[in-house]
């Protein structure tokens, strides 16, 4: 049976976690919510759909979160033709697809937001599927966009592992019983992520790609059984 390995792309593969960060806080700042960056920081990685009730509070008044969302666009989108990916990123990839390894994106960005990280990540010939917010009815920490890339492979969830770089990420694929192997580049602690379940941390894309033989993805044998 074919296994394969699931990527995050926001400050997985591509460098965009701070961008969030800074352009999330000016969004909130503009509505009169002063949120220390870095707890907005350890936010990112969820959607636009769940981080507003984790940074003002299920409770909050939410009257104004489709123009807080579409503030955050409009200050994230004036990077786009300055995004770059994680060094070796698509690298990577290509060391996966290599081992005969089925690659899919399980992204919570936006349809036009994931458009622009791919083209960062210029990639896109290993691919063998890509899901992102439009996918899915919830957002990470939920698996429904893992889910959502998982039918697209035609994999089972015990045949792949999951690459990330945030709690969230390695929530939503303990929900599914889906190994995260987790990368420190998008500025969260090896030790947070390990605490939060990761089974391995490794700082970036190029450290994993180098490490890869010896590493759990290097395990998966795309021919067993």
């Given at each position: 049976?074919?296994?394969?390995?699931?990527?995050?792309?926001?400050?997985?593969?591509?460098?965009?976690?701070?961008?969030?960060?800074?352009?999330?806080?000016?969004?909130?700042?503009?509505?009169?919510?002063?949120?220390?960056?870095?707890?907005?920081?350890?936010?990112?990685?969820?959607?636009?759909?769940?981080?507003l009730?984790?940074?003002?509070?299920?409770?909050?008044?939410?009257?104004?979160?489709?123009?807080?969302?579409?503030?955050?666009?409009?200050?994230?989108g004036?990077?786009?033709?300055?995004?770059?990916?994680?060094?070796?990123?698509?690298?990577?990839?290509?060391?996966?697809?290599?081992?005969?390894?089925?690659v899919?994106?399980?992204?919570?960005?936006?349809?036009?937001?994931?458009?622009?990280?791919?083209?960062?990540?210029?990639?896109?010939?290993?691919?063998?599927?890509?899901?992102?917010?439009?996918?899915?009815?919830?957002?990470?920490?939920?698996?429904?966009?893992?889910?959502?890339?998982?039918?697209?492979?035609g994999?089972?969830?015990d045949?792949?592992?999951?690459?990330?770089?945030?709690?969230?990420?390695?929530y939503?694929?303990?929900?599914?019983?889906?190994?995260?192997?987790?990368?420190?580049?998008?500025?969260?602690?090896?030790?947070?992520?390990?605490?939060?379940?990761?089974?391995?941390?490794?700082?970036?894309?190029a450290?994993?790609?180098?490490?890869?033989?010896?590493?759990?993805?290097?395990?998966?044998?795309?021919?067993?059984?």
């Amino acid at each position: 049976m074919s296994a394969g390995v699931l990527f995050d792309v926001d400050g997985t593969l591509v460098d965009t976690s701070y961008l969030h960060a800074v352009t999330w806080w000016e969004a909130l700042r503009q509505h009169d919510h002063e949120v220390p960056m870095a707890r907005i920081h350890r936010a990112i990685g969820m959607g636009s759909d769940r981080i507003l009730d984790h940074l003002l509070g299920e409770d909050h008044d939410r009257a104004a979160d489709d123009e807080l969302r579409a503030a955050h666009a409009s200050l994230y989108g004036q990077y786009w033709d300055r995004v770059r990916a994680q060094p070796e990123a698509a690298d990577l990839l290509r060391a996966c697809a290599a081992r005969g390894l089925r690659v899919g994106l399980a992204s919570s960005a936006s349809p036009r937001e994931m458009a622009v990280l791919r083209r960062a990540l210029d990639a896109d010939d290993v691919l063998g599927a890509a899901s992102d917010a439009g996918d899915a009815r919830s957002s990470k920490p939920d698996p429904d966009i893992l889910a959502a890339t998982l039918a697209d492979l035609g994999l089972p969830a015990d045949r792949v592992i999951f690459v990330g770089d945030t709690v969230w990420d390695v929530y939503a694929a303990g929900k599914l019983d889906i190994p995260c192997v987790a990368l420190s580049c998008g500025g969260v602690s090896a030790a947070e992520l390990r605490e939060a379940g990761a089974i391995e941390v490794y700082a970036g894309p190029a450290e994993l790609r180098d490490r890869l033989p010896h590493s759990a993805i290097g395990a998966l044998r795309p021919d067993s059984h």
